[in-house]
């Protein structure tokens, strides 16, 4: 079945640096989802993007819809305490309407 | 506003008990959702239901069934807990089926002994 694969699994990072993620497919994706889970909650969603080449920014995130439809990028800038948590991509399995979840990345901010 | 609410919130089982883990949705919400947690593999979809008075299976439905109750509530029941269930249990509801954004509840954290 379809997989979605992200990288990296987890990261260390500084406060205040700049964070890089992504979400690969190996089929075609019409929507990609980017959610967040704090620890002991359910995921929120970030950002939603529809359309290949799309870029799209909420506050310090940036995520970008790749152009071969087969992958998805987040990126964190200025990281902060609160950006703890792990970040999933989601997307539409191929024909239908069910939603697939990515492995996570994992994201730890040292202060 | 609540969104989605589950309860319980721990669980733990002897294997081979029965439970229902309850789901209910404040927004209206036409679809609804059940997924498992465990680590390393994301969010897999349990079951779900597109409407009221509907329900489907997705990716890991054995060992599980659903009820749509009400358009408001959807319960998922395990009548033999297996070790393997051990899991975080999440419901998630969304206005339609296939809309992008689905709002989650806090989870269920069972452990099956």
């Known amino acids: 079945g379809q997989q979605l694969n992200q990288s990296p699994q987890s990261m260390f990072i500084q406060e205040g640096e700049d964070v890089s993620m992504n979400c690969t497919s190996s089929?075609?994706?019409?929507?990609w989802l980017w959610y967040k889970q704090d620890p002991g909650e359910g995921p929120v969603l970030l950002i939603a993007?529809?359309?290949?080449?799309e870029l799209t920014s909420n506050g310090r995130l940036t995520a970008q819809f790749g152009i071969t439809r087969k992958d998805s990028f987040l990126n964190i800038s200025a990281s902060i305490p609160s950006d703890v948590g792990i970040y999933f991509c989601?997307?539409?399995?191929?024909?239908?309407?069910?939603?697939?979840f990515g492995t996570g990345t994992r994201l730890k901010v040292l202060a | 506003n609540a969104g989605v609410t589950q309860t319980p919130k721990f669980q733990v089982l002897k294997t081979g008990q029965s439970m229902t883990l309850q789901c209910a949705q404040d927004?209206?919400?036409?679809?609804m959702y059940w997924y498992r947690q465990d680590p390393g593999m994301g969010l897999r979809l349990i079951y779900y239901?597109?409407?009221?008075?509907?329900?489907d299976k997705g990716e890991v439905p054995n060992g599980y069934n659903v009820s749509r109750l009400n358009k408001r509530e959807f319960s998922l029941r395990l009548e033999s807990a297996a070790p393997s269930q051990t899991s975080v249990y999440f419901c998630?509801?969304?206005?339609?089926f296939g809309a992008g954004e689905a709002f989650f509840g806090q989870g269920t954290r069972l452990t099956v002994v």
């Open positions: 927004m209206n919400h036409n679809s």
């Open positions: 993007l529809y359309k290949a080449g």
């Open positions: 989601a997307g539409p399995t191929s024909g239908t309407y069910k939603y697939i």
């Open positions: 089929s075609i994706f019409n929507t």
């Open positions: 239901s597109a409407s009221e008075g509907t329900t």
């Open positions: 998630a509801s969304s206005e339609w």
